[in-house]
């Protein structure tokens, strides 16, 4: 499969995604990554502090997939999580997440979401606990691993609104790719998704634009976000966008009758089947898999 293929005919039958990602783009392949490949791990909206009808144990559904990305035979180069680490930015929440992250064993790399900015001391509590040292700006940051350029953004602000990203962290991200060759695959992470997902509940960035054109002329893009709490795929040109699945509880999808954003309760047996994680083998070839906590 050539890598503008990608995402489009992938089965996205669990809440995890097994990538492909080679130095040539990304590809479908055999079972076993090959020598010398790395994988990296997404989870996404832990939402840790959270009480309410859609989960009651926010804290133990992170734990299980934890153990989940623990048991892997063998181990993600990094586990990425995009966003929402806690529900309120509480110092007791941060607190617990980091009790929680911290044991994996994996190295871990965190983007926030709103919910980790709330008040004039999220910022400062979630910096604290999960800020890069590379980091620059607000927190984007960028690095490559594997042949792959991977670019962090930081799209949220207080509050339940549309992402931004702003001039600064748009004339940073334009320096940085404009040092990239067209044909160097890039991914990108966010929290907030950068097309327009449901602009109606927000669940888009408003200068997304500005970065989907600055990623347009490389030959393999793919953008991996949180925020919406479930798998959409958008394509634009060789960019392939793909949602995630939260660990904390599922939101509604999209023009539902009646529905709108927020915790949505299933029936309890199942809540597992609707949270998940995704992992990524990144090699000149290499097999997805997908995961729901449920599957383990």
């Known amino acids: 499969m050539k890598r503008r293929d990608f995402v489009g005919h992938v089965a996205w039958t669990g809440a995890g995604l097994l990538y492909v990602l080679g130095a040539d783009g990304i590809v479908r392949a055999t079972a076993d990554a090959s020598p010398g490949s790395f994988g990296f791990v997404q989870i996404s909206d832990s939402h840790i502090g959270y009480t309410g009808p859609a989960n009651d144990d926010v804290r133990g559904t992170l734990l299980k997939a934890v153990a989940a990305i623990n048991a892997m035979p063998a181990q993600p180069a990094f586990v990425i999580h995009t966003g929402d680490v806690t529900h309120l930015s509480k110092a007791t929440e941060f607190d617990d997440a980091r009790a929680v992250l911290s044991t994996l064993r994996a190295p871990l790399i965190t983007i926030p979401g709103e919910h980790d900015v709330i008040g ?31 670019v962090a953004l930081i799209n949220v602000g207080e509050g339940e609104t549309m992402g931004m990203l702003g001039d600064e962290q748009l004339s940073w991200l334009a320096n940085d790719l404009g040092a990239r060759k067209a044909n160097q695959p890039v991914v990108v992470f966010g929290h907030v998704p950068l097309f327009a997902a449901a602009p109606e509940w927000g669940w888009t960035t408003t200068d997304g634009t500005k970065a989907i054109a600055l990623l347009r002329r490389f030959n393999a893009v793919t953008v991996l976000n949180g925020h919406i709490h479930q798998v959409l795929e958008h394509q634009d040109g060789a960019i392939r966008f793909a949602t995630a699945r939260a660990t904390a509880f599922p939101q509604a999808a999209p023009g539902t009758p009646n529905a709108k954003p927020g915790p949505l309760k299933v029936a309890p047996d199942s809540l597992l089947g609707v949270l998940g994680y995704r992992t990524v083998e990144v090699a000149g070839r290499a097999a997805w898999q997908d995961r729901t906590l449920a599957q383990g």
């Open 120 to 150: 004039a001391e999220g910022p400062k509590r979630y910096a604290a606990a999960f800020a890069r040292k590379e980091a620059a700006g607000r927190g984007w940051s960028s690095w490559d691993q594997g042949g792959i350029h991977f």
